[in-house]
Nanobody
Framework: QVQLVESGGGLVQAGGSLRLSCAAS????????MGWFRQPPGKEREFVAA????????GYADSVKGRFTISRDKAKNTVYLQMNSLKPEDTAVYYC?????????????????WGQGTQVTVSS
């Protein structure tokens, strides 16, 4: 089992920035990649970004490319999502996730461990 705890959400004005953190514990040695997903109000959950734990390769949804940056600190078992130039449509509950599978990891597929989520609200 892998436990994931997100932090860093909040309320921010459009154009502002936030940094989300996700601390992993448990059987983290089996983790191939970690990712961020989000669920806007009334919509389905969608992929945002992912990073491979060993090599640091990244993948992003088109909607956040150039604005969001995912990174990881292997010593702290923590993944970050730096969000800049935030828009009201970025408002969502943001979830951290982990996967031990390679297939589609950088496109948001095959994630089997999930955090509880953290709310991000962007006001216009």
């Amino acid at each position: 089992q892998v436990q994931l705890v997100e932090s860093g959400g909040g309320l921010v004005q459009a154009g502002g920035s936030l940094r989300l953190s996700c601390a992993a514990s448990g059987r983290t040695f089996s983790t191939y990649a970690m990712g961020w997903f989000r669920q806007p109000p009334g919509k389905e959950r969608e992929f945002v970004a992912a990073i491979t734990w060993s090599s640091g390769r990244t993948g992003y949804a088109d909607s956040v490319k150039g604005r969001f940056t995912i990174s990881r600190d292997k010593a702290k078992n923590t993944v970050y999502l730096q969000m800049n130039s935030l828009k009201p449509e970025d408002t969502a509950v943001y979830y951290c996730a982990a996967t031990s599978l390679r297939w589609g990891a950088l496109e948001g597929r095959s994630y089997d461990y999930w955090g509880q989520g953290t709310q991000v609200t962007v006001s216009s």
